[in-house]
């Protein structure tokens, strides 16, 4: 069964941790991205949050993977960890001054960001090496799982509280969770690694390896291409998402939190489902059907404008975002050796975060030139013809490039 891994009590209590850092950044990004929607109505500055979140990953995702290829991972979660305690706090002081300016929560974004980047890769390889390895899907699927359940408590302790104790409560809120987590995985769980002293060259040359890691490992290059492709122009969703509820259809703030919760939910289903998926379903197949649903989502959430209407797009959507972000971590997890895992997780996360940060800010500049029902439209018609353009090629080559390419 997919919660096979939580009998082993190490990983248990280590995904306990993670989850409860994960509601704080939960949290700390919706208040974000309600805060943003209070300092302007721009729809550039507004999709600028997320290209902020994405950016750091996108830069510093390959030089985290070869340090957590090379040195103490244990270390390298801490020390992210630490690093983005001290800018929540920061933007905490800041907001209480009453000096946030929508430039200086974008920098401050970004910062906070730097620290997720480091620690992702680490904590991604270090995870899987807590489990045996044909439960390694599986503790893929359950850090999802601990991921979204996050995603729809954050949200709503954002949501509910923001307009109550204001935004500097909740960016506490989130450095607190950063503490617990630091001391916890320093004096509990984490077990330190016992790494061989390595070389100034060694480290240069694991850099440079990993920009060419596909030429070693060439399967890997189609599930990178479509991972760029999906999470593109999916990716419009979450920029876009305050802009649609709270500026364009203008309902009220905690609405933000709740929809975002409720595509928490859809990655839930996603858990419980994905196990017997993966039994009749090959991945190719699973992030076609991807393509497919989020190419839905986008065409409609730009023409509707109730609350529940919202929540079931939502909740499609966070089940189909969720499918792609499971496969793929799972392909990455169990596919490849355990001494370039972390590299490769980089250069994941270069491509997850790239595609974010570009996707959120040309959506951002569509809405601004077209208008959102428009915007969303476009984006919608292009990956439904990504989708087709895959479909067909399964049809009428005999042999998808999926198979070719992509294990599993």
Same mark, same amino acid.
């Given at each position: 069964?997919?919660?096979?891994?939580?009998?082993?009590?190490?990983?248990?209590?280590?995904?306990?941790?993670?989850?409860?850092?994960?509601?704080?950044?939960?949290?700390?990004?919706?208040?974000?991205?309600?805060?943003?929607?209070?300092?302007?109505?721009?729809?550039?500055?507004?999709?600028?949050?997320?290209?902020?979140?994405?950016?750091?990953?996108?830069?510093?995702?390959?030089?985290?993977?070869?340090?957590?290829?090379?040195?103490?991972?244990?270390?390298?979660?801490?020390?992210?960890?630490?690093?983005?305690?001290?800018?929540?706090?920061?933007?905490?002081?800041?907001?209480?001054?009453?000096?946030?300016?929508?430039?200086?929560?974008?920098?401050?974004?970004?910062?906070?960001?730097?620290?997720?980047?480091?620690?992702?890769?680490?904590?991604?390889?270090?995870?899987?090496?807590?489990?045996?390895?044909?439960?390694?899907?599986?503790?893929?699927?359950?850090?999802?799982?601990?991921?979204?359940?996050?995603?729809?408590?954050?949200?709503?302790?954002? =949501?509910?509280?923001?307009?109550?104790?204001?935004?500097?409560?909740?960016?506490?809120?989130?450095?607190?969770?950063?503490?617990?987590?630091?001391?916890?995985?320093?004096?509990?769980?984490?077990?330190?690694?016992?790494?061989?002293?390595?070389?100034?060259?060694?480290?240069?040359?694991?850099?440079?390896?990993?920009?060419?890691?596909?030429?070693?490992?060439?399967?890997?290059?189609?599930?990178?291409?479509?991972?760029?492709?999906?999470?593109?122009?999916?990716?419009?969703?979450?920029?876009?998402?305050?802009?649609?509820?709270?500026?364009?259809?203008?309902?009220?703030?905690?609405?933000?939190?709740?929809?975002?919760?409720?595509? =928490?939910? =859809?990655?839930?289903?996603?858990?419980?489902?994905?196990?017997? @998926?993966?039994?009749?379903?090959?991945?190719?197949?699973?992030?076609?059907?991807?393509?497919?649903?989020?190419?839905?989502?986008?065409?409609?959430?730009?023409?509707?404008?109730?609350?529940?209407?919202?929540?079931?797009?939502?909740?499609?959507?966070?089940?189909?975002?969720?499918?792609?972000?499971?496969?793929?971590?799972?392909?990455?997890?169990?596919?490849?050796?355990?001494?370039?895992?972390?590299?490769?997780?980089?250069?994941?996360?270069?491509?997850?975060?790239?595609?974010?940060?570009?996707?959120?800010?040309?959506?951002?500049? @569509?809405?601004?030139?077209? =208008?959102?029902?428009?915007?969303?439209?476009?984006?919608?018609?292009?990956?439904?013809?990504?989708?087709?353009?895959?479909?067909?090629?399964?049809?009428?080559?005999?042999?998808?490039?999926?198979?070719?390419?992509?294990?599993?």
């Amino acid at each position: 069964m997919f919660y096979s891994p939580l009998k082993n009590s190490v990983f248990r209590a280590v995904w306990l941790v993670m989850f409860f850092s994960n509601v704080g950044t939960w949290a700390h990004t919706v208040t974000s991205s309600i805060f943003i929607t209070t300092l302007t109505t721009s729809t550039i500055l507004i999709t600028l949050v997320q290209t902020a979140s994405m950016l750091p990953i996108f830069l510093f995702s390959i030089p985290a993977g070869v340090l957590a290829d090379f040195f103490d991972r244990k270390s390298i979660v801490i020390g992210a960890q630490i690093v983005m305690a001290i800018v929540a706090f920061s933007m905490a002081m800041i907001t209480f001054a009453d000096s946030m300016t929508p430039s200086l929560l974008i920098a401050t974004t970004f910062l906070l960001n730097i620290g997720l980047a480091f620690n992702q890769p680490a904590w991604q390889a270090t995870s899987s090496t807590l489990v045996p390895s044909h439960e390694i899907k599986q503790s893929a699927a359950l850090n999802n799982l601990s991921f979204n359940v996050s995603r729809c408590i954050g949200p709503a302790i954002a =949501g509910y509280y923001f307009s109550q104790l204001g935004p500097a409560c909740l960016f506490i809120l989130n450095g607190i969770s950063f503490v617990v987590a630091i001391f916890v995985l320093n004096k509990k769980l984490l077990p330190k690694e016992n790494r061989t002293k390595v070389t100034f060259r060694q480290v240069r040359n694991g850099f440079l390896e990993g920009f060419f890691l596909y030429k070693k490992f060439p399967q890997i290059k189609f599930v990178f291409l479509k991972a760029i492709f999906y999470f593109l122009f999916a990716s419009s969703i979450w920029a876009l998402l305050p802009y649609i509820i709270i500026v364009y259809n203008k309902l009220p703030d905690t609405n933000l939190g709740l929809l975002t919760g409720m595509a =928490g939910i =859809g990655a839930i289903l996603n858990a419980y489902s994905i196990y017997y @998926l993966r039994k009749r379903l090959a991945d190719h197949q699973l992030t076609t059907v991807t393509l497919f649903l989020s190419a839905i989502v986008i065409f409609f959430i730009g023409q509707v404008s109730s609350f529940s209407a919202l929540a079931l797009i939502m909740l499609l959507f966070g089940y189909s975002w969720s499918i792609a972000v499971s496969v793929f971590n799972g392909i990455l997890q169990s596919e490849f050796p355990v001494d370039v895992r972390s590299r490769l997780i980089g250069m994941y996360c270069v491509c997850f975060a790239g595609s974010q940060a570009l996707g959120g800010y040309l959506s951002g500049v @569509l809405v601004h030139t077209f =208008g959102l029902p428009h915007a969303l439209i476009g984006i919608a018609f292009s990956l439904f013809i990504i989708f087709s353009g895959y479909v067909l090629s399964m049809v009428f080559l005999n042999k998808t490039l999926a198979n070719q390419y992509e294990p599993g």
